[in-house]
């Protein structure tokens, strides 16, 4: 990162000048797909791969459509009024991402919650918030923190709590002792990082049924 920028302005000035995909785009990606079947001794001519590097393609352009994404984009002024001053918790909000050392998915939850300071965002708006990051090349730790700055500069809450858990293929598929772990990450910023009261509310509502 630049100097002493957030983990979500790295992001930001990384895609800034990513163009959107497109046909020419799209026949790249084909053209890799193809040329990755061979590599590995594979056929592309035979019936079941014949199609293989198009579905490739658009399949991976979707997994990662979070670059084509901004944050003004997800948020789309969904930002209301609010005298509400206690946490409000998302759990349990579903996350798919590819891990940027292997391009291999890891799948889990994101628990995001914050404690206003005079705005709430819409609530189907934080699964997009957590979804457009997800949909980069990442790693989790990167994932976590990137959720958290981006609520902080979009609400500009009192605080900020983030917990993801995902399960890594790069480490479930991969080696001769495969794990079936989970990864748990956290990211706490204004009140829930200074003040022990929040800090242990926000984990009993975390664990709390």
Do not use: W
Request: aromatic share 6%.
């Amino acid at each position: 990162m630049h100097n002493n920028e957030t983990e979500l302005e790295a992001a930001e000035r990384r895609i800034r000048n990513i163009p959107r995909c497109g046909a020419a785009k799209r026949a790249s990606m084909e053209q890799s797909f193809l040329q990755l079947l061979q590599a590995i001794g594979e056929d592309p001519n035979r019936e079941g791969l014949l199609r293989t590097p198009t579905r490739a393609a658009r399949a991976f352009e979707f997994l990662t459509n979070g670059y084509r994404q901004s944050l003004d984009d997800v948020v789309n002024g969904a930002i209301f009024e609010s005298d509400a001053s206690e946490i409000i918790l998302v759990k349990d909000i579903e996350l798919y991402s590819l891990c940027e050392h292997h391009l291999l998915p890891f799948i889990g939850r994101a628990h995001v919650a914050y404690i206003p300071n005079g705005k709430v965002i819409g609530l189907s708006k934080v699964a997009r918030l957590v979804d457009v990051f997800a949909r980069r090349l990442q790693i989790q730790e990167n994932l976590t923190v990137q959720i958290a700055d981006a609520l902080m500069k979009t609400l500009r809450p009192a605080g900020v709590g983030i917990v993801v858990e995902a399960k890594h293929l790069c480490m479930m598929m991969r080696g001769v002792e495969k794990q079936n772990s989970v990864m748990k990450t956290s990211c706490l910023l204004g009140t829930f990082k200074e003040d022990a009261r929040t800090r242990s509310e926000f984990l009993s509502l975390l664990v709390g049924t």
